[in-house]
């Protein structure tokens, strides 16, 4: 199984930017696909993004598209998430996963979680 280590979060001000990185270890990082998915206080866990296992397609949430990108780097078994023009409601805390697609993703390996906090 894949082991996932978030790191990157913290307290950053609307309009401000963050990367977050997911390294994976444990198994062939380029047999995943990889996504990220966050969940605030009391709100039920959103998917926010996802990358194919060669990283030619992604897939992003309505609520951050436009502003967010993934991308991975398969030589290093990571991978990113960077996170423009934030907004006090993409605080939350975001966990990295890696599945076998992009469709199942939710179903795979899960990361503990990082937090990110956008103040107004």
């Known amino acids: 199984q894949v082991q996932l280590v978030e790191s990157g979060g913290g307290l950053v001000q609307a309009g401000g930017s963050l990367e977050l990185s997911c390294a994976a270890s444990?198994?062939?990082?380029?047999?995943?696909?990889m996504g990220w998915f966050r969940q605030a206080p009391g709100m039920e866990r959103e998917f926010v993004a996802a990358?194919?296992?060669?990283?030619?397609?992604?897939s992003l949430g309505d609520s951050v598209k436009g502003r967010f990108t993934i991308s991975r780097d398969n030589g290093k078994n990571t991978v990113y998430l960077q996170m423009n023009s934030l907004k006090p409601e993409d605080t939350a805390v975001y966990y990295c996963v890696a599945g076998s697609s992009i469709a199942t993703i939710k179903e795979g390996s899960w990361g503990q979680g990082t937090q990110v906090t956008v103040s107004s």
């Open positions: 990358i194919s296992r060669s990283g030619s397609i992604t």
């Open positions: 444990g198994r062939t990082f380029g047999n995943y696909a």
